[in-house]
T-cell receptor, first 114, second 114 residues
Framework: DAGVTQSPTHLIKTRGQQVTLRCSPI?????VSWYQQVLGQGPQFIFQ???????GRGNFPDRFSARQFPNYSSELNVNALLLGDSALYLC?????????????FGDGTRLSIL | AQSVTQLGSHVSVSEGALVLLRCNYS??????LFWYVQYPNQGLQLLLK??????LVKGINGFEAEFKKSETSFHLTKPSAHMSDAAEYFC????????????FGTGTRLTVIP
């Protein structure tokens, strides 16, 4: 079975632009979470979606938004890009949203802002 | 609020030696704790998890971790290091607050010396 897939793998943008990152969860998984990993740090939680509804949001500005589609895939959108948005963006899926469900990560999208 | 502290951003061991990576947590609720490994240019792979069952948890690739409530610790060990263990290791704590989101430590980079 395929794992969590993310696209694109690398992306270069300039300040002020907008970007959309995509994630396909493991087949059968209904929950998707997004994390930002800045170089040299641990991942930081951005969003969790379950059954197309937002179930949690981390401490990120409103420039960050996401959605989940009926097939459980997800998109993360970031508007008005800043240099500080340069990071590895990780998507994780789990079977359900309940506490303790193990999360399986994709290889991420590396976003570079010039 | 939940938090995780990983002592030692870099750990070096000789091949065949004991691996010990330290993690201390702070949690206002009974914690669910995880160890993830990240190889270069990849996402995170779950090594093991503690979810209030046995305090000694065995994971993949010969790793194990012991939950010690009195010390608020969840250290990761492996009896004999292998060259393939060289990677970044992250300890994480889970908080149930309507979402299954993980709080990660800053990571420990393990180097294995031949």
């Amino acid at each position: 079975d395929a794992g969590v897939t993310q696209s694109p793998t690398h992306l270069i943008k300039t300040r002020g632009q907008q970007v959309t990152l995509r994630c396909s969860p493991i087949s059968g998984h209904k929950s998707v979470s997004w994390y930002q990993q800045v170089l040299g740090q641990g991942p930081q939680f951005i969003f969790q979606y379950y059954e197309k509804e937002e179930r949690g949001r981390g401490n990120f500005p409103d420039r960050f938004s996401a959605r989940q589609f009926p097939n459980y895939s997800s998109e993360l959108n970031v508007n008005a890009l800043l240099l500080g948005d340069s990071a590895l963006y990780l998507c994780a899926s789990s079977f359900r949203e309940t506490r303790g469900q193990p999360q399986h990560f994709g290889d991420g999208t590396r976003l570079s802002i010039l | 609020a939940q938090s995780v502290t990983q002592l030692g951003s870099h750990v070096s061991v000789s091949e065949g030696a004991l691996v010990l990576l330290r993690c201390n947590y702070s949690s206002s609720v009974p914690p669910y704790l995880f160890w993830y490994v990240q190889y270069p240019n990849q996402g995170l792979q779950l090594l093991l998890k503690y979810t209030s069952a046995a305090t000694l948890v065995k994971g993949i690739n010969g790793f194990e971790a012991e939950f010690k409530k009195s010390e608020t610790s969840f250290h990761l060990t492996k009896p004999s290091a292998h060259m393939s263990d060289a990677a970044e290791y992250f300890c994480a704590v889970l908080e149930w607050a309507g979402a299954n989101n993980l709080f990660f430590g800053t990571g420990t980079r393990l180097t294995v010396i031949p």
